[in-house]
Each structure stands twice: as structure tokens, then as C-alpha cells.
């Protein structure tokens, strides 16, 4: 049943729905008479090399990449706009996208392409460039032979196995690793269909779910994170019937949260772009990581993994991950990060294992401790009962009651000395966690409001947020009777605007600005948000009294 990728289009595949669509559905047979009609335009060009960006769309993604590959042309998949309209116009490439932002270097694509008969070849030495996520440092380029996607597509159909009428469902675009594995080439080898849309909301994905008998969900440890922050807010179908996440670290909480959201225990995928899959994990029914097949591992020096496999870069990929092997060598305990682990006076401390302790503490839904080389400070994510203690008490009791279960497990020297509330642990697409970002947030004596809750509309938003009487914003304005000043309302509307409805630059103009009534320390307010093409409406009440409002145009 299992059709290896590489051999799609030069096997004898019997037509099944490749992907579901808002309304239908898109067959194979279908998209390989498009593959034909868009290879045959891109085998005309001289260009060898061309950059494929396309977002929220994965049949139109599917069946450019293929037509780009049986061209044999060299696919290069950015994993962001910028990064995309950088890398083209520094390496003078053409650009295929379905951003209509794009200015330079685009490739003409006919609307009216002409049916055509093609000579379809084998993909296995065709040539992918894939882009790390650059949470830590400088995106790399990857280039990996279709012959290791394809190999490593027949890895996870041999973990994960074929769920019949089942549909897949996915946060991951296929231009990331992860992506193009486990929600492009694994359902198409196995003649799953896929939905073509990105999800990106909880909304989104209650409804799909309601349109299938049983789902399979490609996600990441950050969506599972933020579902469950609001999990209140939503009744999901109980028809998961398998959950995978990679791109960071699943932590215990969030294993379990998955579980009691959706009913699925999640299977965790550990590798890299740079080293493929290296092995997974399943906690209901074990802590310890299984090591694929082809896949030997080994340990350095340090104590930090070390894997041989046909799906790394150069064969070999050296981690910073501190593990413990132990069944002949096909099942490791992972330990942490070697760069996660910090010397304070004579003893040292694994960080996540205080980021554990944090998160033991019934105030909190998720955490990032890091070490500043003076002292231990984190950023916390509250839930519902966290965010009220904070309200009626403030940043430091917040610390102190923190620290009281913390000091529990550690000696006092290993303290947090700061605290920041966010509403969210920054991540990349890939769920990854952005160190640049975290440093920001630190060092940025502004903060984001508290989000009590947030409700999406057909046209908008509605989100109940509120401004702590510590915050800096406050400060001076006016010393005997504080009141939010109105560029920081205007500040916060651009922020949720930009942020919800995907506004990728500040508004031009803001129109009809009108502040009706002051909004004071520890106040919560209603932010409602009406989107539309090139604007947006906001307004500020409380109680039912409007505070401001204004248009911002982009």
C-alpha cells in the first residue's frame, strides 16, 4: 500500500483524494495533470535554481514543488516571506509565491497553461534546500536529495502506520522539514488526504475536525501550548486519532494537557533539519526516545548525543543534548541542552529542571527560565487562577509565591530573582523558541497587557485585557493619578491587529482617534477589533463605557 514519493508520478498510483478543500476535494490524478502543465512551463526556463514560497496552501504548494522537481530544477523553500524575498534578491533567483507583496524577481506563471503530456522522472536525486529556523543564530541552508526525504517518508509511514478514513490536519506549512515529511509525503505515500489549509487558530481547527470522521494531527509543542491556555474557550471533537509534534522540546504538562483536550497522547518527533529524524517518543507508554531505523547513536565527550544516519547532513550529526543511552543502543533519556546547564557558586543546575519546578506551581500554564550570568530570572505564562493572584497582588508577591515552591526542590541560591508575566513564550513557526526575542522581552522595560480572554468573529476580535499598576507605561503619567496614556492604547490596537489578522507592516494613517474616558491601573478593558481589507477598526471600553477608538489604515 505504502507508494515511496520519490516514485509518485512514474508509478502506476490508482487515483484516491490527495487533499480536502473547503468545499471537495482535489484528486491525485488531478494535481498530476497540473504537476505535468506547470513542469513543462518551468523545464523551458534557464534558471536551475528557484525559490518557492507559498503559504496557507498546500495543494498549490504541492503541485508547484513537484512540477519544480520534475523539471529538475533545485527547490529552494525559505520558511518565511523576508526570508524569502532576502534570499531571492541576494542570490538574483526567480521567485514563485502566492504573496502578492512580492516585487522582485517573480517567475510568470500563465494562468491559461495548456493540458500537456510529460515524460515524468523518478525524484530520487532530485535536490531540496531547506532553511533552519534560526531560533539561535543565522538561518543555514540545508540541501537535502529527494532519496533522503523519500527514505525518511518510509520511516514515519513504519511508526505511525496508515488510519483509515482518516483525514491529516496540519499548524506546519510544507516548506519546513517536519512539514513536507509528515504532512505532504507521509499521507500521499499512504493515500491519506490532507486538508489544503494551515491552521492557525482553534476555530479552525474545531471546524475541520467536525467535517471528518477522524483526524491526524501535525502540530507543535507551542500550538498545544496556546490551546491550552484558553482550553475553556473550546469544545474539541474527540476524533484525534493520533497527535505528532516536533520542533521543540513536549514538555510533561503540555503531553498532558494534549491528552485531556483532544484525547491523544501526543508521538514526539526529536531531530533537526540538519539531522532528520533521529528518534520518537510516545509518553503513554514511555519517557524514554526509541531510535529510528538506520539510525546509531552514540555519545561524546560531553555526555551530548551523537547520530550516524542516511537522513543527517554528511551522514553524521553531532547534538548539544545531554542523553543517557541504554537498551543495546535504540532508546536514550534526555536530559537537557549542555548550554541549558548553568554554574551558580559551586553547584550546577539543569534549567529545565527548574523551568519543571516553575511549572509545578498551580499558577502556572508555561514557562522560560534562563541565566543572565548573574542571576536565574523567568518568563511565565499564567492560567486562569495565576492571572487573578497577580491582579489583586502584583509582580512581587507573584515572585515570592513562586519562589516558595521552588526553594523546595533547590537551595536558595537558585532563586528566580525576576519575573516577567507574558502571555505567550516566543516561538517560531516550527514552535522553536526564540533566545533573540526572549532577550528583548527582558531588556524591554515595555509588556504586553494580560490577556484574560480573547474571542474571534466573522469580521474580528474581542479581547479582555489588563494593564498592571507596575507597568512602565504608567510611570510619570501623571504621578498623583495614573492613566494609560493614549499612545500606548494606539501601540497595543497596531499589536493585536497586526498580530490576529496577519498585517505584515504599520498601518500609514490612523483615522477618527477619539479618547472618550481615562483607563487606569489594574482596570480591565474590552478591545474589540473589526478587520477588514486594508484597515482596521478598534476601540477600547470598560464596563460598557467607551475609553477610544480610531481606524488604522495599512
Known amino acids: 500500500m505504502f507508494v515511496s514519493p520519490e516514485n509518485f508520478f512514474t508509478e502506476n498510483v490508482s487515483d484516491f483524494a490527495a487533499f480536502k478543500l473547503e468545499k471537495g476535494s482535489v484528486s491525485f490524478g488531478q494535481m498530476k495533470k497540473d504537476v505535468a502543465r506547470y513542469a513543462s512551463h518551468f523545464a523551458g526556463s534557464k534558471h536551475e535554481d528557484f525559490v518557492l514560497y507559498v503559504e496557507g496552501d498546500a495543494v ?73 529556523s534560526g531560533s539561535t543564530s543565522a538561518p543555514k541552508m540545508i540541501e537535502k536529495t529527494f532519496a533522503t526525504l523519500s527514505d525518511e517518508t518510509k520511516n514515519s509511514a513504519s511508526l505511525m502506520g496508515c488510519f483509515e478514513d482518516c483525514a491529516v490536519v496540519s ?5 519546513h522539514l517536519y512539514g513536507m515529511l509528515w504532512r505532504l509525503l507521509y499521507p500521499m505515500s499512504l493515500k491519506m488526504p490532507t486538508h489544503s489549509i494551515t491552521i492557525r487558530d482553534p476555530e479552525t481547527l474545531i471546524a475541520i475536525q467536525k467535517q471528518n470522521q477522524k483526524v491526524l494531527f501535525i502540530t507543535t509543542p507551542s500550538f498545544i501550548e496556546a490551546v491550552a491556555r484558553h482550553r475553556e474557550l473550546y469544545d474539541f471533537p474527540q476524533n484525534v486519532a493520533a497527535i505528532t509534534t516536533s520542533g521543540g522540546l513536549l514538555k510533561e504538562k503540555a503531553c498532558a494537557d494534549a491528552k485531556e483536550i483532544w484525547g491523544a497522547t501526543p508521538t514526539e518527533i526529536f531531530g533537526s533539519t540538519e539531522s532528520g529524524g533521529i528518534a520518537s517518543r510516545n509518553r503513554g507508554v514511555s519517557d524514554s526516545w526509541s531510535v529510528f531505523e538506520k539510525v546509531e547513536i552514540g555519545i561524546d565527550s560531553r555526555g551530548c548525543l551523537r547520530a550516524k544516519s542516511p537522513y543527517a547532513l554528511g551522514g553524521e550529526f553531532q547534538t548539544n543534548d545531554i542523553v543517557e543511552i541504554f ?61 487573578r493572584f497577580f491582579m489583586e497582588n502584583g509582580r512581587l508577591k507573584l515572585l515570592s509565591e513562586i519562589n516558595s515552591l521552588v526553594k ?27 533566545k533573540g526575542e526572549i532577550k528583548k522581552i527582558f531588556n524591554l522595560k515595555m509588556e504586553e497587557p494580560i490577556i484574560c480572554g480573547i474571542k474571534k468573529h466573522d469580521f474580528g476580535a474581542d479581547i479582555e485585557i489588563y494593564f498592571a499598576a507596575e507597568s512602565a507605561y504608567f510611570n510619570g503619567h501623571f504621578p498623583m493619578a495614573k492613566i494609560l496614556p493614549g499612545a500606548i492604547q494606539l501601540h497595543f490596537a497596531i499589536n493585536f491587529a497586526k498580530k490576529l489578522f496577519d498585517k505584515t507592516d504599520c498601518p500609514k494613517t490612523v483615522k477618527r482617534l477619539k479618547f472618550s474616558n481615562i483607563i487606569r491601573p489594574r482596570e480591565i478593558v474590552l478591545l474589540s477589533i473589526k478587520n477588514g481589507e486594508n484597515s482596521c477598526t478598534f476601540s477600547y471600553s470598560k464596563q460598557g463605557l467607551p475609553c477610544s477608538s480610531g481606524v488604522l489604515e495599512f
Not at 499548524?171 to 516548506?175: A, G, I, L, N, S
Not at 523546595?408 to 526564540?434: E, M
Open 171 to 175: 499548524t506546519c506549512e510544507p516548506f
Open 408 to 434: 523546595k526542590s533547590f537551595d536558595s541560591k537558585f532563586s528566580l530573582r525576576k519575573i516577567k508575566v507574558v502571555n505567550s513564550i516566543p516561538t517560531n513557526a516550527q514552535g522553536k523558541i526564540l
Open 60 to 132: 498549490l504548494f504541492a503541485k508547484l514543488f513537484f512540477a519544480l522537481l520534475q523539471a529538475k530544477k533545485r527547490v529552494m523553500l525559505p520558511s518565511s516571506e523576508k526570508m524569502a524575498e532576502d534570499f531571492s534578491k541576494s542570490e538574483n533567483l526567480p521567485v514563485i509565491t502566492n504573496k502578492k507583496t512580492f516585487s522582485a524577481n517573480l517567475f510568470d506563471i500563465p494562468k491559461d497553461l495548456p493540458e500537456c503530456e510529460f515524460d515524468f522522472i523518478n525524484m530520487r536525486e532530485s535536490r531540496v534546500c531547506f532553511f533552519t
Open 327 to 387: 537498551g543495546g543502543g535504540r532508546k536514550f533519556n534526555f536530559f537537557g541542552r549542555i548550554d541549558r546547564l548553568v554554574k551558580i557558586g559551586e553547584t550546577q543546575l539543569n534549567i529545565p529542571d527548574m523551568e519543571n519546578a516553575v511549572l509545578a506551581h498551580e499558577f502556572v500554564e508555561n514557562c522560560h527560565v534562563d541565566f543572565d550570568g548573574n542571576a536565574l530570572r523567568s518568563l511565565v505564562v499564567l492560567n486562569s487562577e495565576g492571572r
